[in-house]
């Protein structure tokens, strides 16, 4: 089955921490994307990232770093020096099937406090 | 370049009514694809539309439908409404299928 998990439901960090959000990924196809989706209190989901499955380079956006793995079916994000900003809920999702089915994670509640 | 777009934002209806959403694209995208997100069951897929054509659809009743027009604008139409159709309803665009998808703000249907 096709399936993203987010293990962490909710996570507290207080500013400037780093915080690393977990995403386990499951399909049987070879050729796939995931993505980390954004969605702030105001509801609109903002595209982060997407990385397809043939390559497994980390990648690097100002305070935000992803860590692919193939091995151990993860994609993890890191934001580096959280801010207050950073509070929103994080989507990791999945593309399989040449893009006909997207499958999302539960998604983890990030709060950074002051 | 303008984002996708939803209207309405905010919606009530009663048991029993249909409502109809609507979903403009960003402009040159030619996907569509519709996500009902609660808080029990999370971001779920809908359908996705394509030149007109629905391409792939998630796991829901019939009573959920939608249609692509030729100026890529889409809607969605819940018939026979339901207090669990109660949702954020997110429209989503890309420029063809498999590519990113960019989100509106979203619908906010309530069902009493």
């Known amino acids: 089955a096709q399936k993203v998990t987010q293990a962490q439901t909710e996570i507290s960090v207080v500013e400037k921490e780093d915080v690393t959000l977990d995403c386990v990924y499951e399909?049987?196809?070879?050729?796939?994307?995931l993505f980390w989706y954004k969605q702030p209190p105001s509801g609109e989901l903002v595209f982060l990232i997407r990385?397809?499955?043939?390559?497994?380079q980390n990648e690097i956006s100002g305070r935000y770093s992803w860590n692919f793995q193939k091995s151990t079916s993860s994609f993890n994000f890191t934001i580096t020096a959280s801010q207050v900003v950073d509070s929103a809920v994080y989507f990791c999702?999945?593309?399989?099937?040449?893009?006909?089915?997207?499958?999302f994670g539960p998604g983890t509640r990030l709060s950074v406090l002051p | 370049k303008a984002g996708v777009t939803q209207t309405p934002r905010y919606l009530i209806k009663t048991r029993g009514q249909q409502v109809t959403l609507s979903c403009s694209p960003i402009?040159?995208?030619?996907?569509v694809s519709w996500y009902q997100q609660t808080p029990g069951q999370g971001l779920q897929f809908l359908f996705e539309?394509?030149?007109?054509?629905?391409?792939n659809k998630g796991n829901f009743p019939g009573r959920f439908s939608g249609r692509q027009f030729s100026n890529s604008r889409s809607e969605m139409n819940v018939s026979t409404l339901e207090l669990g159709d109660s949702a954020l309803y997110l429209c989503?665009?890309?420029?063809?299928?498999?590519?990113?998808?960019?989100f509106g703000p979203g619908t906010r249907l309530l069902v009493l």
């Open positions: 989503a665009s890309s420029l063809e299928l498999q590519e990113t998808q960019y």
């Open positions: 990385r397809n499955s043939f390559d497994e």
């Open positions: 399909t049987r196809d070879t050729t796939y994307y």
């Open positions: 999702a999945l593309t399989y099937n040449y893009g006909q089915n997207f499958v």
């Open positions: 402009s040159g995208h030619r996907s």
């Open positions: 539309y394509f030149s007109e054509t629905q391409r």
